[in-house]
């Protein structure tokens, strides 16, 4: 059984704060962890995903995540925030490598305040 | 490269009456899934496929059918439709170990 919980429907940052995002997730494999974002009236993005290489996993946009597998954590931060980054974030896991299937959270809506 | 094509982008539906969403993708994944969005509740897999005859369910198959008879295309079938299957699906594909490639979306409404 894998899952993933978001903690926090909703967060709110000041235009150049900083951004944590967090997520937690249950697997009964090492996981495959993955950010992904969606902008209004889009489909789904990835942001970064951790795969076991190494433990802080940078993407795109200035977006990164630290995998503490102590902690089964996989939160998401960024050191400045911009209008931009107004968006919905999810949280993902899969089960193992392979074909395993993917699992969601409940996503994160970011709003960015100028 | 197309990716992944959704269609249609809209539907409305009277309950009880079936449709079919279709799906496609043009990367040659094995790996392809059906979500449904829907507020507050993220993206719930409905079914999913990791190759052409192979299909398993996800955390809410009930109302849907998914058959998988060739690597491209992967269709979600409402056999009889109902308010409650009101939400925006999604169908996504994937490599191995890799990220997954989504859709536009459906955005579905069952009177």
């Known amino acids: 059984a894998q899952s993933v919980t978001q903690l926090g429907s909703h967060v709110s940052v000041s235009e150049g704060a900083l951004v944590l995002l967090r997520c937690n997730y249950s697997?009964?494999?090492?996981?495959?962890l993955f950010w992904y974002v969606q902008y209004p009236n889009q489909g789904l993005q990835l942001l970064l995903k951790?795969?076991?290489?190494?433990?802080l996993v940078k993407g795109i946009n200035g977006f990164e995540a630290e995998f503490k597998k102590s902690e089964t954590s996989f939160h998401l931060t960024k050191p400045s925030a911009h209008m931009s980054d107004a968006a919905e974030y999810f949280c993902?896991?899969?089960?193992?490598?392979?074909?395993?299937?993917?699992?969601f959270g409940t996503g994160t809506k970011l709003q960015v305040i100028p | 490269n197309a990716g992944v094509t959704q269609t249609p982008k809209f539907q409305v539906l009277k309950t009880g009456q079936s449709m079919t969403l279709q799906c496609a993708q043009d990367?040659?994944?094995?790996?392809m899934s059906w979500y449904r969005q829907d507020p507050g509740m993220g993206l719930r897999l409905i079914h999913y496929?990791?190759?052409?005859?192979?299909?398993d369910q996800g955390e809410v198959p009930n109302g849907y059918n998914v058959s998988r008879s060739t690597t491209e295309d992967f269709p979600l079938r409402l056999l009889s439709a109902a308010p409650s299957q009101t939400s925006v699906y999604f169908c996504?594909?994937?490599?191995?170990?890799?990220?997954?490639?989504f859709g536009s979306g459906t955005q579905l409404s069952v009177l």
């Open positions: 496929s990791v190759g052409a005859g192979i299909t």
């Open positions: 990367m040659n994944h094995e790996y």
């Open positions: 951790y795969t076991s290489a190494a433990t």
């Open positions: 993902a896991v899969r089960g193992g490598g392979g074909y395993q299937k993917v699992t």
């Open positions: 996504a594909s994937g490599g191995e170990n890799e990220k997954l490639f």
């Open positions: 697997s009964s494999v090492p996981p495959y």
